[in-house]
């Protein structure tokens, strides 16, 4: 009975993961350390992310949802090649602000979507429509200008 107890948790979960196709960033507690990601797999509870870098099993990270300008504390529940489980602990909305110590994740929002920015320019996107696309407004767009890349 145990094996079908499991075996159905693991179906429901499944179930429940909506695969998209969004773009995300891990850092560490600090943000010391931020990878682009790709998040491949959503849930209430956790994400499936691509990453080309190696995370460390059961650490705890925040996983930064650009599109939806959210940030989640999560756990790295398991580890297969270039993909990674991601059960969260917690979320946070970063717009309009973070909590006071998480101040940092709006940092790494920002030069995530600046990022995504640059990237749709190279493509032959003008700067306005990429900025638009990537949900930044023009103002913000043009200060960062002056930011190295």
Known sequence: MLKDASAARFERRHLHRRRVLLGGVI?????????????????????????????????????????????????????????????FVRSYGLSPEPPA???????????????????????GRSREEATRMVGLNTKVSRDSRTRPP
């Open 27 to 87: 850092c560490d507690a600090y943000g010391e350390t931020a990878i682009d990601c790709t998040i491949r797999g959503l849930s209430a509870g956790g994400a499936q992310v691509q990453l080309a870098e190696a995370l460390q099993l059961d650490k705890k990270i925040y996983l930064v949802d650009t599109w939806k300008d959210r940030a989640y504390l999560a756990k790295v529940a398991w580890i297969k090649r270039d993909r990674a489980g991601l059960s």
């Open 101 to 123: 110590p998480l101040q940092f994740l709006k940092s790494v929002l920002l030069d995530a979507k600046l990022r995504q920015v640059r990237a749709l320019v190279e493509r």
